[in-house]
């Protein structure tokens, strides 16, 4: 039975265990639930890059900030298409298309996300989309184009987050998240760490995620990519074991969800990262760039996985999306 009254308490109860018996905890719930061999090969593509308006601090396409990114227009369909090939050859099973917008207009731009996602689609890859803010018809719009999932992470905790983006709300999010789910997509949403945020607050975004119902199918766990010119860039580091206890907390409570180790791959050794996919994580974006920085190659993933006995998950594998109907 999946369980979405966790309390503070619950999750503290959790997330303070001596580490190696939370890990070995989470492992077990992993193999309960899930083959634990199996990691999913996620790609992105950032089909629109820089120039958003929003001032997420984390963020170096947000146009306040001077960063590296040069501003691009909305991607052409065939050159998207190219590269989710490219993507699948490569072995990846899930396509992320990633957008700097602060939410989806209806113009002519996202007549174009929809075609990407029909074809996109046609290759028989989980097709994902993170576009911004989306009303209940841009949803439906996406899901009758074919779109699996819509990723829209909720970032931190609710208390937190005006310290990070003043330009939306945690309602907005959860709105959208709202409206995502009505049109019967799956869920992706997740956060980062290492933003300067207090462990009171990464309990409070855990509990947020998985009180919802049903939980996200995807939960993305990113550390922070400390980006020259965002407000965060002299962050310190986060330690690897912050990162595990993420994964590990989010694995029990959400036993059936697929946990992302998402950015901040490239800091991390092949044994830090064996240790995330033993408490719990069985995905990550494969691909040597995430949106805008860089990822580990195909090839380094490859022979990581190797290594460590992991194979690829098939594309949608565990499909039970549930009907519109029966959510409350
Ligand atoms: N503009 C859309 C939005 O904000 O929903 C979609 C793209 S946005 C880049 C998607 C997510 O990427 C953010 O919600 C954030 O969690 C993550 N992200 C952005 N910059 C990051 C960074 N420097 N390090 C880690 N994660 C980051
Ligand atoms: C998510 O949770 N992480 C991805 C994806 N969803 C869209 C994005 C990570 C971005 C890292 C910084 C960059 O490359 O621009
Ligand atoms: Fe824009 Fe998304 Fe970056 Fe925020 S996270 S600045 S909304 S691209």
Not at 27 to 49: D, F, G, P, W
Not at 152 to 160: A, P
Request: glycine residues 6%.
């Amino acid at each position: 039975m999946m369980k979405h009254n966790w309390t503070v308490e619950d999750i503290e109860a959790i997330y303070d265990k001596p580490l190696m018996e939370l890990i070995y905890e989470a492992a077990t719930v992993h193999r309960q639930h899930n083959a634990y061999a199996e990691v999913q090969i996620s790609s992105l593509i950032s089909i629109k890059t820089g120039g958003c308006p929003e001032d997420c601090a984390y963020c170096p396409q947000a146009a306040r900030y001077n960063t590296h990114v040069k501003a691009h227009k909305l991607m052409e369909v065939e050159e998207v298409v190219e590269t989710a090939k490219k993507a699948k050859a490569g072995g990846s099973s899930r396509l992320c298309m990633g957008a700097a917008w602060r939410e989806v207009r209806d113009n002519r731009d996202f007549d174009k996300v929809l075609e990407m996602v029909k074809q996109v689609n046609a290759l028989d890859m989980e097709v994902c989309c993170t576009l911004g803010m989306l009303n209940y018809e841009q949803a439906q719009k996406l899901a009758d184009a074919g779109l699996y999932a819509y990723n829209h992470n909720v970032d931190t905790s609710e208390d937190y987050y005006d310290e990070i983006i003043t330009t939306r709300t945690y309602q907005d999010r959860l709105k959208t998240l709202e409206n995502v789910r009505k049109a019967n997509l799956t869920i992706c949403s997740g956060g980062i760490i290492g933003l300067g945020e207090s462990r009171k607050d990464r309990i409070g975004m855990l509990k947020v995620l998985s009180n919802l119902q049903p939980h996200p199918e995807s939960v993305p766990i990113n550390t922070l990519v400390r980006v020259p010119g965002t407000p965060l860039e002299d962050q310190p580091k986060v330690p690897v074991q912050d990162l595990v206890r993420m994964i590990a907390t989010a694995r029990i409570l959400m036993p059936k969800t697929v946990v992302r180790l998402s950015a901040g791959r490239m800091e991390m050794s092949l044994s830090d990262q064996a240790l995330c996919f033993m408490a719990g994580a069985n995905s990550i974006f494969a691909g040597d760039q995430l949106l805008t920085t860089p990822n580990p190659d195909f090839q380094e993933d490859k022979q990581m996985f190797d290594i460590l006995g992991l194979q690829p998950r098939k594309a949608f594998k565990d499909v039970e999306k549930p009907e519109p109907s029966k959510l409350s």
